[in-house]
């Protein structure tokens, strides 16, 4: 296996596409909201009916001015007071009318996007963590869980804050700014014509601001990602963490993280409220440009008071909504770096994956057979180092084969390969006579069950733990399974039984019931291929005679391939192969490598000449 990464080594960089993809990286600009659309084409149904809500709310809003210019004109400067009575009470009325309009589609508005927002931040979601569980082990050497949970997290809530609430903001000031601009143009177009000179001079600096907002958006996604990789690491490793007393040391490398994140968000900060300020005091210039003309022009005599009221109405609608678009339009730059991040691994192309025609694994009986055939072989984060050279391994259903040899020596990679976590570069794997290249992943890996190391458990109950081998399994299985080894007895025990919450990674259980739970689940998968990574090393003495007990009576019928340092657990295998640097240097039972004097007996002679 590959050595972890060191604790305090610097994340490798996501990239943004396997190069099997072969397509430019997404220019990271607003155009990269584009992405998107998969996820909001679902949805057209639900989109038309916002806009359609969103075209009546702003209709409404346009009609306000043309309501009041009539309240104006024909109720307060009426002549007559029993004119004026009657019109301002029905005028009352229109501008009522107008406004319950605007306040229902306003509301259905607002439930539609909001609703968008979030069965499409959902749907990003799931889509994203769908395709990273597939991805090679290759993508989880060079990322940390953390950058991962950053995009789905952060990244998916800015997406939904676009979505919910920006975009449709940024649409419906679209058409309000569109609307009164040609009410304007039709009602005063002297007026207008001078405002739209004035936003020219407004709109060409807030481009370039616009597109320092973006970069440094982007960098500060990319820093609270940093931050929230740095917590996973050491959370997913706290006892490690306080037995080297190192909380400080780990609280200040999270807090230089953070600090990091603030710097770069108030440069973002800094450069948007510099954007907000002077489009504001611009577009406040232009209003008041507009009504210091409409004040001259009636008392010049050309237009009404109901009509200066008017256009200084649809002025206000007009410059608020450029105001707001250029708040939307930062939302949007923000949201166009959450979407790249997130395309980035949806793009991500996995270099083990399902041929477009899958070979058929032949049915078996008595377990599978393995071959290994001149496999050289190079983890892609040691390219330069040959972890297998010229190997070579034939395994015969139902036997039983055990490896041992120094840590190093490549007998995980065995394992990672038969289950095509990795493809070899030279020579083939097959597994009844089928390359695990040309067979469906899917298939292979059901073929297969394995006990690793380092048990994993999940933050469920004991019951769910053992069952996560074979999901349809009755809770009777569930329990033979666990009775087979030898877990029954220690769960039963627990405070709810089955149904004991055993707390996340298992904290709840001692190291060895942890290992018999991952052992019981390797039973109720019930495969033809075993694969037993030390699966007795967190065992007491007791424990380990009761399980290997189990396991020997689980090997029958099935080939299994066994890793193991303590050569007491490996001495009733049909063959052992031993490793070193990669290649066989010997091959026996146990009676036979003990009296050869090579390393195998140096290795027993360590461990039972004591």
Avoid: C
């Avoid at 072969?22 to 057209?44: D, I, Q």
């Avoid at 809500?53 to 007559?80: E, H, N």
């Avoid at 927002?117 to 990273?132: I, K, M, Q, S």
């Amino acid at each position: 296996m590959p050595s972890p990464a060191l604790p305090h080594a610097a994340p490798a960089p996501l990239p943004t596409q396997s190069t099997a993809a072969g397509a430019p990286a997404p220019a990271r600009n607003v155009k990269s909201l584009s992405g998107l659309m998969p996820f909001l084409r679902p949805y057209r149904g639900r989109i038309a009916a916002a806009l359609v809500f969103l075209a009546m709310a702003a209709v409404s809003t346009l009609l306000f001015p043309v309501a009041l210019k009539s309240l104006i004109d024909q109720g307060v400067i009426a002549t007559d007071p029993d004119s004026r009575v009657m019109a301002l009470r029905e005028h009352f009325f229109a501008l009522f009318g107008v406004g319950a309009a605007l306040g229902l589609f306003s509301a259905l508005r607002f439930y539609m996007v909001t609703w968008l927002g979030e069965r499409v931040t959902a749907d990003l979601r799931n889509a994203v963590y769908a395709h990273v569980v597939t991805q090679s082990p290759e993508f989880f050497e060079t990322t940390q869980t953390g950058e991962v949970l950053s995009r789905l997290t952060t990244d998916t809530t800015l997406v939904q804050t676009v979505v919910g609430s920006s975009l449709s903001m940024g649409l419906r000031n679209l058409v309000l700014g569109m609307g009164a601009m040609a009410m304007l143009i039709v009602t005063n177009p002297v007026v207008m014509t001078q405002v739209l000179g004035i936003l020219v001079l407004v709109v060409l600096p807030s481009l370039y601001f616009g597109r320092r907002v973006r970069r440094l958006s982007r960098a500060s996604q990319d820093r609270v990602a940093d931050s929230a990789a740095i917590a996973a690491e050491v959370l997913n490793a706290i006892p490690v963490v306080q037995s080297y007393t190192q909380e400080a040391r780990e609280a200040k490398r999270f807090d230089v993280a953070t600090e990091n994140a603030f710097g770069t968000a108030v440069k973002r900060t800094r450069m948007r409220a510099a954007l907000v300020g002077f489009i504001i005091t611009a577009t406040f210039g232009a209003l008041l440009w507009g009504l210091y003309q409409g004040t001259q022009a009636v008392a010049r005599g050309d237009i009404s008071a109901g009509h200066l009221g008017q256009t200084v109405v649809y002025v206000i609608i007009f410059v608020s909504s450029v105001a707001v678009l250029s708040e939307v339009y930062g939302d949007l730059l923000r949201a166009a770096g959450a979407t790249e991040r997130l395309m980035e691994l949806l793009h991500l192309q996995s270099p083990i994956a399902t041929p477009a025609k899958p070979a058929l694994l032949p049915a078996t009986r008595g377990g599978s057979a393995v071959a290994l055939r001149d496999v050289t072989f190079r983890y892609p984060s040691r390219p330069q180092h040959a972890t297998l050279a010229n190997f070579n391994l034939a395994v015969a259903p139902g036997e039983t084969v055990a490896l041992v040899g120094p840590s190093g020596a490549g007998k995980s990679t065995v394992f990672q390969l038969l289950l095509r976590f990795y493809d070899v570069a030279e020579g083939e794997v097959s597994i009844d006579g089928v390359p695990v290249r040309s067979t469906d992943l899917h298939a292979l890996r059901q073929r297969i069950g394995i006990v690793p190391q380092d048990s994993v458990i999940f933050s469920a109950d004991a019951m769910e733990n053992i069952r996560y081998g074979r999901p349809e399994a009755s809770d009777a299985e569930v329990i033979a399974a666990a009775k087979a080894a030898f877990a029954d007895d220690f769960i039963s025990a627990l405070p709810d039984g089955y149904k004991t919450f055993l707390g996340e990674r298992g904290v709840r259980l001692s190291g060895g019931q942890r290992q018999r739970i991952s052992i019981a689940r390797a039973m109720l998968k019930n495969p033809p291929l075993l694969l037993l990574d030390e699966a007795t090393s967190a065992l007491d003495a007791e424990s380990e005679r009761m399980v290997q007990a189990a396991l020997e009576s689980a090997m029958q019928d099935r080939t299994t391939l066994v890793i193991a340092h303590r050569l007491a657990t490996v001495q009733r295998a049909d063959r052992i192969i031993v490793l070193e640097a990669g290649e066989i240097v010997e091959t026996g039972t146990h009676a036979e490598l003990a009296a050869s004097g090579g390393l195998y007996s140096r290795l027993a002679a360590l461990q039972f000449d004591r």
